[in-house]
């Protein structure tokens, strides 16, 4: 990484140069007038979104924004006063939301929401999502909520314990994962480690970390797509099944794990996959390459693949399943 | 969708066709000739001053209209009946010469002509003598290189490239670009040979200049359509520049000053009239002028080109010579910052290597041959190295050093044989065969550590794919009625990659119809195919374009392409019309997924960096062009359509080919004002490039903004329309001569568009934030000298 780092500041001074003797002008190229229209993201889970869930996963947390114009430089505020739905496919509705406060570390308030009835979702069934709020047209999306995943098997291989300066420990090692593919149909994953204490429970302040391994013989090296994502900050990593679709996937990570020096250490590690719908894959997928490139001038455009009605943004649900490993004392 | 293999039944096995086409040739009408008792004259044409070899001099009997042309070598063959014979010998910007025998043996002559120092201009013909209305080609542009030197250029440096991009069907990518973009087609879809050998990447300088130094440049032909099958491996053109030979005669010597670079020319005998040489180099010196003015503090930046021709030619005999050429050119920008604990040096190089050793042979009076074994190379390099000076925990000083290189290339070794067979003059067979072995390097890693961390070590990343490329050929130039000429032949491509193997049969036919004396009708289909493909930003054209293969993911590219015409004279040849419309579809293009960059690209995962789609494209080219007279120029006009459609960019829409122009216009004149001075003018407009941009925003989640990019390529840049100007006077010397040149570029100052960037900020008048667009330009009004001598 670091060396892809250095090459691409070379690249970005080597631009640089090409604008050296240019000049600049003000132009008006003529875009058209923009409607502004509601961005949504939410994820509707298979298991109940409580309090803790979203302080696990805040990327899933209901959140409601709206678009402008390119030329207008205006912030973009969240969107208090939507009305959200979700109806599953007789017409009833399943879950409304109310007003809530962002669970995500340094979120603003504005724009997010829960779920009042902590409906969960199915998998194999069809639901609907309808946003509306005043002055904009109301967006829909739809999605069939994949099916479970079954036979998720994993281990994890201390290799060392340091407690540097700091208020953090640090356990690492290698996690191995086994993971069964359906090959009746195309499958979307997101991979997830969760730190948890001797009752199961997450504090939502130890971390799980996916690190750059340096041994090019691990298991599993070929399938480079495949990696964790992370927990409270960051976009997701999602991988489709298209070199093992059908197999069973296995495949070896290094990861570090960070917990405070005060408190007691983690007992379990908890793997969660989850099975996303080819449309919650595609948008995050160009959301995280989006990011990704802010600053590559090289890199090609990025569209965030978006599967709403009359707006931007994605409606996505997802089938969980994990495998609890006891950590080493 | 265009089929990769035909499903004519006969033509299944290609060995049939190819045999069938030789078949058809043979019993053709021209075949006749076989029965009457002929007799053959052949040799050479050559400059009587310099012994120089002259291309595509006519050679006709004007008692009954037959007659030939030479070939890249200067090399002619002639089967006439026995007969008393009047041979003319006729070179644009030479004296006719005219050769009177009764022929009643076969015989070898060659001609010496001699320059009559009349501008040579622009021929839109298939060879340079042979008449526009008669040519079987179509599509075809030879560029005299006196005609190049006469016309304006950008800092005073002339430019081969330049002067096609003001030719019809042949656009430049903007700004100052040298990139040719012909009919609808990319620039890695153009065979550009130097002396028979691959050149990858054609320009300097940003794409500013062309690789080509006009001073040891003899011929620069470039075909747009109805390619004949001795030219394969590219889908839109084949740009065939031969460099000089060298003076068989005396020594001689060209040399020129300008406002950024200097070059000199040397040619002359190393055996009189049995050896030749020419070298020629050429380095611009910006980085050495600016120096003086750079603050060290700031760091200290500069960037150079250089190019050197070498070319050597040695007469074995009557009937053999060889010819070794070569040339090399770098472009390199260099960056340095020092303060007392870093040196931090970085730079960014690209450049070509090529040589070629060709053997012709004259086999017989009816056949020639040429053997050519070439090789060419194409890199850019990126690389930094950093000197960092600290004291340790024991007070010493020590030292780490730390470099990176990331590297891109592509070489080539092959070899062909092309033979030039004569029968009579209504056939003008060619066929040979090529062989080509490509390594591809997309992208390699090398970094090196003094003191590497624990567990890191000094390493290279790099993979390596290696395809061979073959083709065999024949085409046949058959007059068979003295109104209808057509050149039908067949290639047959192949190639092998990743243990898979790709075959294209290739059939190419054009033909001229003569209507009456002034008309002429024309038309040409040609398949084409394409094993290597280019990888580029959509963005900025750039040398970091990656070169790769074709491969077992990676179809090869395809092209199918029809151009219909008419050509016509005027004022008694003074001047000549043709209007040429053309449809290209192209089939298995790549494209950069989006997202994707080339940066890390170490190994093969550049195939899952592309994705593969179609393009079409359309137009009509009308060109008008004065050839004689004090005042000569022509006007070119282009209205095109351009476009690509990709499943898995814009949401699988079609869109717009960035170089999509739907209106291209070049207006070229040149004025003999004195016998020793020449005006000459250039104005070009061209419609707008398209782009991408951003139309609205939105949030996503907290500090979390998303541009919404709209339909791709779907805004357009403001037109292009640049005018430039050019006095060149000459004054003759003792020693020989010198010339004046001024030139003034974008004479009317006009702020071309080169990108559009947005930039983000406050009203001035409310203090609400804003967006603007910002137009970058790169070449204001640039007055130019150089003064070149000849000697």
Not at chain 1, 106 to 113: F, M
Not at chain 1, 257 to 263: I, R, S, V
Not at chain 2, 413 to 442: C, E, M, V, W
Request: aromatic share 14%; proline share 4%; charged share 20%.
């Amino acid at each position: 990484m670091k060396m892809l780092q250095k090459t691409a500041q070379l690249a970005a001074a080597f631009l640089a140069v090409i604008s050296f003797s240019a000049c600049e002008t003000v132009v008006e190229v003529p875009i058209p007038a923009h409607t502004p229209k509601l961005a949504v993201r939410y994820m509707l889970p298979d298991q109940e979104p409580d309090t803790l869930f979203y302080q696990l996963f805040p990327q899933y947390q209901p959140y409601i924004n709206h678009s402008q114009s390119i030329y207008s430089g205006a912030e973009l505020k969240g969107v208090n006063d939507a009305m959200l739905t979700v109806t599953d496919q007789h017409g009833n509705v399943v879950e409304t939301f109310k007003r809530s406060n962002g669970f995500g570390y340094g979120a603003s308030d504005d724009g997010y929401y829960e779920p009042v009835t902590r409906f969960k979702a199915q998998p194999g069934q069809k639901y609907t999502l309808s946003v509306s709020a005043p002055n904009y047209e109301t967006v829909t999306g739809k999605l069939t909520m994949p099916s479970a995943l079954s036979g998720l098997r994993a281990s994890f291989q201390k290799i060392s314990a340091e407690e540097p300066g700091g208020n953090f420990a640090i356990v690492q090692g290698r996690v191995s994962i086994s993971l069964p593919d359906n090959g009746s149909e195309n499958n979307y994953y997101v991979l997830y480690g969760v730190l948890l204490d001797d009752r199961y429970v997450a504090n939502g302040r130890d971390v799980f970390q996916e690190e750059t391994d340096e041994d090019a013989a691990l298991v599993g090296n070929e399938f480079q797509n495949i990696h964790f994502s992370p927990i409270l900050y960051g976009d997701a990593n999602p991988f489709d099944d298209k070199t093992f679709n059908g197999n069973t996937v296995s495949f070896t990570r290094k990861a570090m794990l960070y917990y405070g020096k005060a408190n007691t250490p983690p007992r379990y590690l908890r793997i969660y996959v989850h099975s996303i719908t080819e449309d919650t894959f595609k948008f995050l997928k160009s959301l995280k390459m989006y990011n990704d490139n802010g600053n590559n001038p090289f890199a090609e455009q990025t569209r965030v693949l978006g599967n709403l009605e009359k707006g931007y943004g994605y409606f996505g649900g997802f089938t969980s399943t994990y495998f609890d490993i006891e950590l080493p004392k | 969708m265009i089929p990769f293999f035909t499903r004519l039944h006969l033509f299944r096995k290609p060995g049939n066709l190819l045999a069938f086409a030789c078949l058809f040739l043979l019993l053709s009408p021209g075949a006749a000739w076989a029965q009457q008792a002929k007799f053959t004259i052949n040799g050479f044409v050559r400059d009587k001053q310099t012994g120089e070899n002259l291309i595509g001099v006519g050679i006709f009997n004007p008692k009954t209209g037959q007659g030939t042309t030479t070939n890249n070598y200067g090399f002619y063959s002639i089967t006439l009946p026995q007969d008393s014979i009047s041979l003319i010998v006729s070179y644009l910007g030479y004296e006719r010469l005219s050769f009177n025998i009764f022929l009643n043996r076969d015989l070898e002559q060659n001609f010496n002509l001699t320059a009559n120092n009349e501008l040579k201009t622009v021929e839109i013909v298939g060879t340079k003598e042979e008449k526009i209305r008669e040519s079987t080609r179509m599509s075809t542009i030879s560029v005299p290189i006196a005609q190049i030197k006469t016309l304006p250029a950008l800092f005073g440096e002339v430019d081969v490239l330049k002067t096609l991009q003001l030719l019809p069907g042949v656009q430049s990518g903007g700004e100052g670009s040298t990139g040719l973009y012909v009919r609808g087609g990319s620039p890695d879809q153009n065979l550009i040979l130097l002396d028979g050998t691959p050149v990858y990447n054609a320009s300097h300088l940003f794409g500013f200049f062309s690789v080509f130094n006009a001073d040891a440049l003899n011929n620069v032909e470039l075909i747009k359509g109805g390619f004949p099958a001795r030219y394969g491996g590219r889908l839109s053109s084949v740009l065939d520049i031969n460099m000089k030979e060298g003076n068989m005669k005396e020594f001689q010597g060209e040399a020129s000053v300008g406002i950024i670079a200097s070059k000199v020319t040397l040619e002359g005998p190393i055996k009189e009239d049995k050896a030749s040489f020419i070298v020629s180099a050429r380095r611009t010196y910006i980085d050495i002028l600016a120096r003086p003015f750079m603050n060290k503090e700031n760091g200290v930046f500069g960037y150079y080109f250089y190019d050197l021709n070498g070319k050597v030619n040695y007469k074995i005999s009557q009937r053999d010579r060889l010819y070794l050429s070569a040339y090399t050119g770098y472009d390199k920008f260099y960056g340095q910052f020092d303060d007392s604990e870093l040196e931090d040096k970085m730079h960014v190089g690209w450049g070509n290597l090529t040589s070629a050793l060709r053997w012709n042979r004259i086999i017989n009076n009816k056949l020639f041959a040429n053997t050519h074994l070439t090789y060419t190379k194409y890199q850019f390099d990126i690389g930094n190295e950093q000197t960092t000076q600290f004291r340790n925990d024991r007070g010493e000083l020590e030292t780490e050093k730390f470099s990176l290189n990331y590297f891109s290339n592509i070489r080539d070794f092959s070899l062909k044989t092309d033979f030039d067979y004569t029968p009579s003059t209504n056939h003008y067979i060619r066929f040979g065969a090529q062989y080509i072995k490509h390594s591809f390097k997309p992208g390699a890693l090398q970094i090196e550590e003094s003191n590497p961390e624990p567990g890191a070590a000094n390493n290279n990343f790099f993979s390596q794919t290696l395809g061979h490329e073959s083709g065999v050929y024949v085409e046949d130039d058959i007059k068979i009625t003295d109104l209808l000429k057509v050149n039908a032949g067949l290639r047959l491509a192949g190639f092998y990659v990743d243990k898979k193997l790709y075959h294209s049969l290739e059939p190419r036919v054009s033909a001229r119809f003569i209507l009456n004396e002034n008309w002429s009708a024309k038309a040409s289909y040609a398949r084409t195919s394409q094993f290597i493909h280019l990888l580029t930003n959509s963005g900025i054209d750039l040398p970091t374009d990656l070169w790769v293969p074709a491969t077992g993911k990676v179809r090869p590219q395809l092209a199918d392409q029809v151009a219909l015409g008419v050509t016509r004279t005027l004022f008694d040849e003074a001047v000549e019309v043709s209007i040429e419309s053309y449809y290209k579809a192209m089939n298995h293009l790549i494209e950069y997924s989006e997202g994707a960059d080339f940066l890390g690209t170490t190994d093969n995962n550049w195939q899952d960096k592309v994705t593969s789609g179609e393009g079409w494209s359309y137009g009509t080219e009308f060109f008008v062009q004065k050839k004689l007279g004090k005042t000569t120029g022509w006007v070119g006009y282009t209205l095109a359509w351009a476009n690509r459609k990709f499943p898995e960019l814009n949401g699988g829409e079609m869109y717009p080919y960035k170089y999509d122009r739907r209106h291209d216009i070049s207006i070229v004149v040149s004025h003999q004002l004195k016998d020793n001075i020449t005006v000459s003018g250039t104005w070009v407009y061209g419609t707008g490039n398209a782009v991408t941009l951003a139309e609205a925003r939105y949030g996503i989640g907290s500090y979390n903004t998303i541009e919404d990019i709209g339909s791709r390529n779907k805004f357009r840049m403001a037109p292009y329309h640049r005018l430039d100007l050019s006095l060149n006077q000459t004054k003759k010397k003792k020693w020989g001569e010198t010339v004046n040149s001024f030139s003034i570029y974008n004479a009317y100052n006009r702020k071309n568009p080169y990108f559009l960037r947005l930039e983000e900020g406050y009203d001035t008048g409310n203090g609400r934030p804003t967006a603007v667009f910002k137009q970058i330009s790169l070449f204001p009004i640039l007055p130019s000298f150089s003064k070149s001598f000849k000697f």
